[in-house]
């Protein structure tokens, strides 16, 4: 199956810079990879998601890599406002499961004002 | 524009009892999930529906079952509640494979 590890756990940033958590896979067969951005007590929302024949994608100040031959895709958030301070989780899908992701332990990202 | 409503949303359970928790979309999505997170552990995928009429078990299934009572519903069931079974269950859905999921708000769930 898939295993996704996402890093750092928690990120702190200052208003205004920009902050980047990187998660791995192990199937090299993945094609479908988004983030999810989790407030408290809500549910987990869609941000971006990138597929396999895709590098980058860029969404305003939120872009995603995706590096197939290292098996490593990134978020970037650039420009920081409070309103970015969640818990943001990566996913990659199963190759041999469409329906199935795998998701990362989650980022804490905290923007300090 | 409710999206993915799941009730209730607190619950607590004394091990041993039963529990259904809820779950509606009003997207027309084909695809409905249910999963559970734990601290430090991100989302685990309980089980799934693909389409109306099926279901299939995800990396957690033990100790639950579900219900994809029409295409808008989808049901999941803990027959005899264990306290490992502690957690916050959010349902999702999607209109098929490898579609952005949708997911509800949770259901938080104490088993004693």
Redesign the interface.
């Known amino acids: 199956?898939e295993n996704?590890e996402?890093h750092p756990?928690t990120l702190s940033v200052q208003e205004g810079d920009s902050a980047v958590i990187k998660c791995t896979y192990s199937d090299s067969a993945s094609?479908?990879f988004?983030w999810?951005k989790q407030e408290l007590?809500?549910?987990?929302?869609?941000i971006i998601?990138i597929?396999s024949n895709v590098g980058e994608k860029k969404d305003q100040r939120i872009a995603v890599t995706l590096n197939k031959t290292a098996k490593h895709f990134s978020l970037h958030i650039t420009e920081t406002q409070p309103e970015d301070s969640a818990v943001y989780?990566c996913?990659a899908?199963f190759s041999s499961n469409?329906?199935?992701?795998?998701?990362?332990?989650?980022t804490t990202v905290t923007v300090r004002a | 524009n409710a999206g993915v409503t799941q009730t209730p949303k607190f619950q607590v359970l004394k091990t041993g009892q039963s529990m259904t928790l809820q779950c509606a979309q009003d997207m027309n999505h084909n695809s409905m999930y249910w999963y559970r997170q734990d601290p430090g552990m991100g989302l685990r995928l309980i089980y799934y529906s693909a389409s109306e009429g099926t279901t299939d078990k995800g990396e957690v299934p033990n100790g639950y079952n579900v219900s994809r009572l029409n295409k808008r519903e989808f049901s999941l069931r803990l027959e005899s509640a264990a306290p490992s079974q502690t957690s916050v269950y959010f349902c999702a859905s999607s209109t098929q494979a490898n579609q952005p999921q949708h997911f509800g708000d949770g259901t938080r769930l104490s088993i004693l």
């Open positions: 199956g996704v996402q756990s094609n479908y988004p999810y007590g809500k549910g987990p929302q869609l998601d597929r989780f996913a899908s469409d329906y199935k992701l795998s998701f990362g332990a989650g």
